[in-house]
């Protein structure tokens, strides 16, 4: 969702926050509304301006299934040269008096405060959270957390990404989540080694025992349980992969192995790992 500068003349500042509440959703603001919706607020991911956006708030917004602008004004300094990646079949624009879905029908002599407080009414909250341990760097944690998080949210589904060398200190586990019949996602990485390790220090102890990770987990089942496997090697296996895990074996635990090279890495991880590794390899303190 994204508030907009006629959010002030609708007086709907209280509608957008009530709704930003109510429906867990993330939201920003267009430059030309800052103040208007709550910035302070945990679910807010800052200034959407195109090009010049908050960082990652562009990005965010762009790939949204969906969007929901509040009061927008769409003019060249707003749209940065008119050069926002937005698609208008997946928007809703609700102005102040009047709602405009996708490139269907506009609806007039709606209020904007009246449509975002009943809208807000009928959300479902978005309840999905990201975790993600590195505080403590707890190699395997990832695993033992795909059970106990499925264990314990048994009205959701667990979706895991694992790194193969993670994943052989706690492989075991996948037996518990068949015995207990869950049903999440695990996307296994298999680059061959502890990646992150080499772009902080290289060595041959970063090297690990390739394994057929399908085939264990085929064992691991054993014809007792829901279990389906499947081994990608490219962009198109995998969305065929993952369209069968949300699809025709929905009900299954789903193991997908991906193939990837041992140097395929991110900028970030590159530039990441640089930076721990100079602070990490400097000498000793005497003290």
Not at 118 to 136: I, S, V, W
Not at 184 to 204: A, C, K, M, Q, R
Request: charged share 20%; hydrophobic share 40%; proline share 4%.
């Amino acid at each position: 969702m994204v508030g907009g500068p006629k959010i002030r003349v609708a007086k709907a500042k209280k509608a957008f926050a009530g709704i930003a509440e109510s429906s867990g959703y993330p939201f920003a603001v267009m430059p030309s509304a800052k103040g208007l919706v709550p910035e302070h607020h945990p679910r807010f991911i800052g200034t959407y301006w195109g090009a010049v956006s908050t960082t990652f708030c562009a990005e965010i917004v762009e790939s949204a299934d969906a969007y929901l602008f509040a009061g927008p004004i769409f003019n060249d300094y707003s749209s940065v040269g008119y050069s926002l990646l937005l698609k208008r079949e997946k928007a809703v624009i609700v102005q102040p008096d009047r709602v405009v879905v996708g490139n269907g029908p506009a609806f007039g002599c709606i209020l904007m405060t009246e449509f975002l407080d009943a809208l807000a009414k009928r959300l479902d909250r978005n309840t999905t959270a990201y975790e993600f341990q590195m505080q403590y760097g707890s190699i395997g944690w990832s695993v033992g957390a795909t059970l106990g998080y499925a264990q314990a949210a048994k009205d959701k589904r667990v979706i895991s990404c694992i790194g193969d060398g993670s994943f052989q200190m706690t492989a075991q586990d996948v037996s518990t989540m068949l015995r207990c019949g869950q049903k999440s996602i695990i996307f296994l990485i298999n680059n061959g080694g502890y990646t992150i390790e080499v772009e902080i220090h290289d060595g041959p102890y970063n090297v690990i025992k390739n394994w057929d990770y399908t085939g264990l987990i085929d064992a691991i089942h054993n014809s007792d349980g829901n279990c389906w496997t499947k081994k990608v090697r490219t962009e198109e296996e995998l969305i065929e992969a993952i369209a069968t895990a949300t699809g025709a074996k929905k009900d299954c635990l789903c193991f997908i192995e991906i193939i990837v090279h041992k140097d395929d890495t991110s900028k970030e991880l590159l530039e990441w790992g640089s930076r721990v590794s100079a602070a990490n390899s400097r000498p000793p303190n005497p003290q």
